[in-house]
């Protein structure tokens, strides 16, 4: 079965400091690997995806995140943080199968100035 | 449209009544996802089809639970008798195709409550 851990229900940031938001996964198979951010009371919005090719992705809003196969993770990153960037993250996979989203637990980021 | 469209944004219910939610998925996308969020954080799906047709209904509770894509209408959720722990978001996503490298875009959710 495949699945995303994201390690950390909160992760506090002080405003201008690099961010780092952890998702670990465990897939049979080449991972296809999206993170999604989610502000108070509204949906999910897309910010980068990584199918294959470099393991640097660059996203939406300054973020970006590494994949390590070795390590089987696809942390989410920004080199310095906003308070604006204060909202819940989600790690996904998609399905070999029917193609849904699995989703990890979700991360809080907050960022504080 | 450029986004997906959902309606109501919240809907309340007693125990025992019928919710129907709505979705629009973006125009020319071919797929429509249902997912449902639990106590904040916990997404579940439950039902995605390609244009009318079901593709994938392994997480719907079907007791009670339907849900289809006409053409040209927006797809529908449907709960029948309606129990508490139901109260969840219910979001609706869309993508243009059914490849693992297709992005799922994502409405912005109803919100029911069920007293």
């Known amino acids: 079965a495949q699945s995303v851990a994201q390690p950390e229900d909160q992760v506090n940031v002080a405003e201008g400091n690099p961010l780092t938001v952890k998702c670990t996964y465990s897939?049979?198979?080449?991972?296809?690997l999206f993170w999604y951010v989610q502000y108070p009371n509204r949906g999910l919005q897309f910010l980068l995806k990584?199918?294959?090719?470099?393991?640097l992705v660059k996203g939406s809003y300054g973020f970006e995140a590494e994949f390590n196969k070795s390590q089987t993770s696809f942390h989410l990153k920004k080199p310095s943080a906003l308070v604006s960037d204060s909202a819940l993250y989600f790690c996904?996979?998609?399905?070999?199968?029917?193609?849904?989203?699995?989703f990890g637990q979700g991360t809080e980021l907050s960022v504080k100035p | 449209g450029e986004e997906v469209a959902q309606t109501p944004k919240h809907l309340v219910r007693g125990e025992g009544q019928k919710a129907k939610l709505y979705c629009a998925p973006i125009k020319g996308h071919s797929y429509v996802f249902w997912y449902q969020q639990v106590l904040k954080n916990e997404f579940k799906f439950l039902i995605s089809f390609q244009n009318e047709n079901v593709f994938d209904e392994t997480g719907m509770p079907k007791e009670r639970f339907s849900a289809k894509c006409l053409p040209n209408s927006p797809c529908s959720l449907e709960i029948q008798a309606t129990k508490l722990e139901d109260s969840a978001v219910y979001f609706c996503a869309s993508s243009l195709g059914q490849g693992r490298q297709e992005t799922q875009y994502f409405g912005p959710g109803t919100r029911l409550l069920v007293l």
């Open positions: 996904a996979v998609r399905d070999i199968e029917g193609g849904k989203l699995i």
């Open positions: 897939v049979s198979g080449n991972p296809y």
């Open positions: 990584y199918i294959t090719g470099d393991n």
